[in-house]
């Protein structure tokens, strides 16, 4: 069986050769075939163009059905056409499509069911577009929203969130500062009531900082990587899903976001620019956000300072003796072993396995203590912390 339509408006006949498996079993795509009808072809009604795709397309499959009889399917009736239709083709055309009805191995029939050749997609299909700036613009909640700097902005300003326990409970804040000269000037800061969190806190205050700039081209800085996300990344995913989860349940803060995604609409253009926390060079962008940080810490009532914590210490030799890390390596797997060989280890006589450099091969159960004392004290990142377990 061939199927046969047209595609993209018309400009290309497209079929799929199919072959019966067995009894009640469909007809099993066999080959695809597709080609775009010339200048006079697209000149011709509808139908004719179909009677030409048909002609076109068994031409492509006899190099396949080499003689065998194929039925040849399409929306229209195209032995009626040929038998009396009012013909506008040259008479050397016409010869063609008729020889194709005296061909013994075709039948020519209705087709009454879906036509597979229609979902055959071409090269003129779909709209030309850069992916990327299609997936930026829905993320984006409106279209003017920046990530950097506006260049010539009415107004900067600098938001943060606070949120620390204070006897048995928690106290969340937040703070709006701006510029004012060399000085930084707190807008706004408010207690957020409970139940709250330090992330609430700042969806609080970015909100505020959106309301407190209406009408004015604004850029916000936040260090504040979720807030950032939420402007950029997810708020136009969650709100074009009904802020909903996967199990249909409402996102965490759902209804800030909302408050927030309202707010932003605000300003005339807005800019929510995402900076470095924890920084202390004196760049205006750091000050404003220690501004912030300081003036979200006040309103909450905590102080800020250096913590010194003092714990006893305690090492690994305190707690595993040698014999321990030798029970350790005897647990492993053969297959482990065999690899800790490959890559230079041997046993010595007491039974302790020692790497090329000499040093301890630490087993997984070793080697989980030895990360949770090394990060635990020092709380550093990977690559300080294979070092620190080193030595």
Not at 50 to 71: I, N, R
Not at 128 to 152: G, M, N, T, W
Not at 164 to 172: E, K, Q, S, T
Not at 325 to 344: D, F, N, S, T, Y
């Amino acid at each position: 069986m061939l199927y046969v339509s047209t595609s993209a408006g018309g400009r290309f006949a497209c079929a799929v050769l199919c072959q019966s498996t067995g009894t009640g079993c469909s007809p099993q795509p066999v080959a695809y075939y597709s080609t775009a009808f010339s200048e006079v072809e697209l000149g011709l009604s509808e139908c004719y163009r179909a009677m030409v795709g048909v002609y076109l397309m068994y031409e492509k499959a006899s190099a396949m059905t080499m003689g065998y009889p194929v039925t040849i399917l399409t929306h229209h009736s195209l032995r009626n056409l040929l038998n009396h239709g009012k013909y506008t083709l040259t008479s050397s055309r016409l010869r063609d499509y008729y020889r194709l009805l005296e061909q013994e191995d075709v039948t020519l029939a209705r087709c009454t069911t879906v036509n597979p050749a229609e979902t055959l997609s071409t090269s003129e299909d779909g709209e030309p577009h850069d992916c990327v700036k299609e997936a930026e613009k829905y993320s984006k909640l409106r279209s003017d929203l920046k990530a950097l700097p506006l260049k010539e902005a009415d107004l900067e300003l600098w938001t943060d969130g606070s949120c620390y326990r204070i006897g048995n409970g928690l106290v969340a804040g937040y703070a709006v500062v701006k510029a004012s000269g060399d000085q930084f000037e707190t807008v706004k800061a408010e207690i957020v009531p409970q139940p709250a969190s330090a992330q609430l806190a700042e969806l609080v205050g970015l909100t505020e900082a959106c309301l407190l700039a209406e009408g004015r081209k604004v850029t916000i800085y936040t260090d504040s990587a979720y807030a950032h996300n939420v402007c950029h990344l997810f708020g136009a995913v969650w709100r074009n899903r009904g802020f909903k989860k996967t199990d249909g349940s409402p996102i965490q803060h759902h209804d800030q976001i909302m408050k927030l995604l309202h707010a932003m609409m605000k300003p005339t253009e807005i800019a929510i620019a995402k900076c470095a926390a924890h920084r202390h060079d004196m760049s205006r962008v750091t000050k404003g956000n220690i501004a912030a940080d300081e003036a979200a810490k006040a309103v909450t009532g905590a102080k800020s300072g250096h913590v010194l914590l003092v714990t006893h210490e305690v090492t690994l030799e305190d707690k595993i003796s040698m014999k321990d890390v030798i029970l350790m390596q005897e647990a492993v797997p053969a297959v482990e072993k065999q690899l800790w060989i490959e890559r230079g280890a041997s046993q010595e006589a007491s039974g302790l396995w020692r790497n090329h450099e000499g040093l301890m091969v630490a087993p997984p159960d070793l080697l989980g203590l030895l990360i949770q004392e090394a990060h635990g004290q020092a709380h550093v990142a990977s690559t300080s912390l294979t070092e620190i377990s080193r030595s």
